[in-house]
T-cell receptor, first 112, second 114 residues
């Protein structure tokens, strides 16, 4: 089934630990995005990639890094997790700038 | 500042009733506006897209309207069903910008009860 796969679905993490959220798409979409969704704040862009080999910062990039080695994969890394990074993280992609976003099912991360 | 404001924040209606969700934006330059539906525990899914020249567009029981002059959009749901219970998110795209070009509203949470 074409779409976006995120892993893990849910994770509890100790503060200070390193964590990578995985995102893979099989639609050959050029652009990929990472959002976090918090109650009352809606979806906020963390990092994006318009095409393989390029990345950019979104609205809330601090504490996060991404890489885009190929078209399909776009991992999000928290180098040293803090409790304020407790959130639901969504990976998304779209084929071109005007197309709709396709979202993954989300990764729920709790940092204690 | 580019902003998207949605109202109401939450809404409870009885099954079978109609409802209208509002989205006001101050985004410029405007490219298009999308409504997304997000079921609990899932990612958002696109319902409809409105471009500058379009006033209304339907997708089944969902009808979106756009007034580009007043910078307002609405999503009307007809004959609501329990499965309509979800968060509805209004997203406006800036014209000709990549990456950070999407401005998200905070969503309206709709609960349909029997």
């Amino acid at each position: 089934i074409a779409g976006i796969t995120q892993a893990p679905t849910s994770q509890i993490l100790a503060a200070g630990r390193r964590m990578t959220l995985r995102c893979t798409q099989d639609m050959r979409h050029n652009a990929m995005y990472w959002y976090r969704q918090d109650l009352g704040l809606g979806l906020r862009l963390i990092h994006y990639s318009n095409t393989a080999g390029t990345t950019g910062k979104g609205e809330v990039p601090d504490g996060y890094s991404v890489s885009r080695a190929n078209t399909d994969d776009f991992p999000l890394t928290l180098a040293s997790a803090v409790p304020s990074q407790t959130s639901v993280y969504f990976c998304a992609s779209r084929p071109h700038q005007g197309g709709p976003l396709t979202f993954g099912a989300g990764s729920r991360l709790t940092v204690l | 500042k580019n902003q998207v404001e949605q109202s109401p924040q939450s809404l409870i209606i009885l099954e079978g009733k109609n409802c209208t969700l509002q989205c006001n934006y101050t985004v410029s330059p405007f490219s298009n506006l999308r409504w997304y539906k997000q079921d609990t525990g899932r990612g958002p899914v696109s319902l409809t897209i409105m471009t500058f020249s379009e006033n209304t567009k339907s997708n089944g029981r969902y009808t979106a309207t756009l007034d580009a002059d007043t910078k307002q959009s609405s999503l009307h749901i007809t004959a609501s069903q329990l499965s309509d219970s979800a968060s509805y998110i209004c997203v406006v795209r800036l014209f000709n910008q990549a990456g950070t070009a999407l401005i998200f509203g905070k969503g309206t949470t709709l609960s349909v009860s029997s």
